[in-house]
């Protein structure tokens, strides 16, 4: 034992007050650390010397001025070797001080997250479809791989958590019939205060006429009974936002254009607006019977305004009166190298801008022989809109067996971009997305898979595929016609596992397809559930009370039910349901 002396200082050594402790061998009464030893005496020649230099100082005088000036010279000194002593110190302090802060925000798990709870152990139950889980108390349990079991049931305490890290790369599918949530029971994937970051997917499986139907919940269920917590908060994303401009079929303000004509004898002309990709004029001339018709052409590009897209295309044969000033017509106006020595049923194609020369022309040509061209003779070059929208312009021609043929496209390339009113940056390339109908029609909704867009803004988005209904994006005579975009995709995925085709007693009069989907169900006096940023797909079954998410007969379940934290569901999607 310890005590502190009269006066405060250290704690002196005290006996112990029945002096029957016993003491290891070797022990020393009081004796704490060994005494420093006394300094070495001082040698003569040591000692003469010293009083040698206190004589010579004491002899060595100086002015009263040269003591003020020399006493102030070293006050200097000292503040300055203070100075830099204290500023290295702080210096040492700060950098010692960044070094622990950044190794224990690497190392110290964070108390928000679920998955970082140092109590969990890690758990993978394998593939077994026969195995039925039973997590109770004391079974504290994280989920770190692919798993299927027969079925989950966490009661009396025990906890269920998705295994996540910071880069987000641990991706988790958990088959299984059903998860039912007990009192005292919890499964957390991410948290309000630390959302999920890799891809969490709960797969519902089975079939209707197969298996034991669980009392109250049925079958294909996440059900969570009185006392039960089911926390799941997946990436915050933009759930949905509206179209800022319209977004026409096929995604061009005039449309797409295809031609293809057989036997269309001559040269055939399409001339293209840059701006709105719109076939503005249509024309053929007949350069092969008639030198009027070579005229015509050249006329005909003489007065093109620069800057105009040419398409052309021969059909059949065009160079028998094709006239040498029509040559340099459009050799200087568009460019074309292989004009000149255009033969006889020879295929050739041009893609050209007016006064744009010879870079900015596109041309292929290809041989007759034995009544085929030996290939398409096919031009092709990209522009892109005035609202930014990338789109090609095609021209072929060529002989297959005794027939030729000819033709045109103007189409969209490398996706179709859409103009949003909010900003959709937290929207990812490979993320599904759906446009609604702005008709009569709910048929004309569409859905899109999203690319990658260095050029687009944070209010825009490319789609993968091309839009075949037109889907207004303005407000009209004061009644707002913009179409919703709504993301599909989440991270956390809820999902119902259906067969190829309807089966049993499925409502198969009605449906040619699976509708015995999964469902979430929650009952009265469960202790918490938050659901925020979650999928759920093929949700749903055709009976009473088999909805994707069912809160069942739960009363209040905010404050008002006694819920200090309200009971919520945010920026869900639900899709591809089979019940409301």
């Known amino acids: ?32 650390v060994p005494l420093r030893p006394p300094p070495p005496p001082k040698s003569q020649a040591s000692a003469k010397f010293t009083s040698i230099r206190r004589e010579d100082r004491a002899t060595f005088a100086f002015s009263p001025e040269e003591q003020q000036a020399q006493r102030e010279s070293q006050k200097q000194k000292r503040h300055k070797n203070t100075f830099i002593c204290f500023a290295i110190t ?8 960044a070094i622990i802060l950044g190794i224990s925000s690497k190392y110290a798990p964070d108390e928000n997250c679920p998955d970082q709870n140092p109590r969990l152990r890690n758990w993978d139950p394998g593939q077994d479809s026969a195995k039925q889980v039973v997590i109770k108390e004391g079974d504290m349990l994280r989920l770190t791989s692919d798993a299927t079991v027969h079925s989950i049931v966490i009661q009396d305490g025990g906890l269920l958590v998705f295994g996540d890290n910071k880069d987000g790369s641990r991706n988790i599918t958990l088959r299984t019939h059903y998860i039912l949530i007990q009192d005292g029971g919890a499964l957390h994937i991410g948290a309000e205060k630390c ?31 009185a006392g039960g917590t089911l926390e799941l908060h997946g990436a915050r994303k933009a759930s949905w936002t509206l179209l800022a401009r319209t977004l026409n079929s096929s995604g061009l303000p005039f449309g797409s254009y295809t031609f293809e004509k057989d ?29 009027n018709e070579s005229r015509r052409l050249q006329e005909f590009l003489r007065f093109q305004d620069p800057g105009r897209i040419v398409a052309i295309a021969v059909g059949d044969s065009a160079a028998k009166s094709l006239l040498q000033g029509t040559i340099q017509m459009i050799q200087e106006r568009l460019g074309s190298e292989l004009i000149q020595g ?25 041989n007759y022989e034995n009544h085929s061209s030996g290939g398409k003779a096919l031009a092709q070059r990209e522009f892109y809109t005035v609202d930014g929208q990338k789109f090609s312009v095609t021209a072929y021609s060529e002989w297959i067996e005794g027939v030729s043929l000819s033709g045109f496209r103007v189409e969209v390339v490398d996706g179709v971009k859409l103009n949003l009113l909010d900003d959709v940056s937290s929207w990812k390339p490979g993320d599904q997305i759906v446009v609604a109908s702005t008709d009569y029609s ?15 803004s944070h209010f825009q988005v490319k789609v993968k595929e091309t839009p075949q209904f037109l889907h207004m994006g303005e407000i009209i005579d004061g009644v707002d016609m913009r179409a919703e975009v709504g993301i599909l995709t989440r991270n956390i995925v809820i999902q119902g596992e259906v067969e190829d085709s309807c089966y049993a007693e499925n409502q198969c009069q009605f449906f040619d397809y699976d509708t015995f989907g999964g469902h979430i169900m929650i009952m009265k006096n469960f202790t918490s559930v938050h659901l925020s940023y979650v999928e759920l797909k093929h949700m749903g079954q055709q009976q009473m009370g088999r909805y994707p998410v069912h809160f069942h007969l739960c009363g209040d379940v905010d404050y008002k039910g006694g819920y ?17």
């Not at 003491?23 to 009081?30: E, I, L, N, W």
Request: charged share 20%; with cysteine; hydrophobic share 30%.
């Open 90 to 97: 702080s210096f040492s302090f700060f950098i010692a001080l």
């Open 442 to 456: 709910m048929y004309q909704a569409e859905e899109f898979t999203l690319l990658p867009c260095s050029e687009c």
């Open 564 to 580: 200090r934290h309200a009971t919520f569901v945010d920026g869900l999607s639900i899709h591809h349901s089979f019940s409301r």
């Open 1 to 32: 034992m310890y005590a502190t002396d009269s006066r405060g200082h250290s704690p002196a050594f005290l006996q112990p007050q029945n002096g029957n402790s016993r003491h290891p061998s070797g022990y020393v009464p009081g004796k704490v």
């Open 195 to 225: 959302r999920y970051k890799s891809k969490a997917t709960i797969t519902l499986y089975g079939k209707s006429d197969e298996g034991e139907s669980m009392p109250t919940f049925g079958k294909k269920f996440i059900g969570v009974e």
């Open 342 to 366: 255009l033969g006889y049923r020879q295929a050739w194609a041009l893609v050209g801008v007016i006064d744009g020369g010879s870079t900015s022309c596109n041309e292929s040509v290809r």
């Open 263 to 291: 036997f269309s004898r001559g040269l055939n002309v399409r001339v293209i607006d840059q701006d709105t990709a719109k076939i503005l004029e249509s024309e053929r001339f007949d350069t092969h019977e008639y030198r």
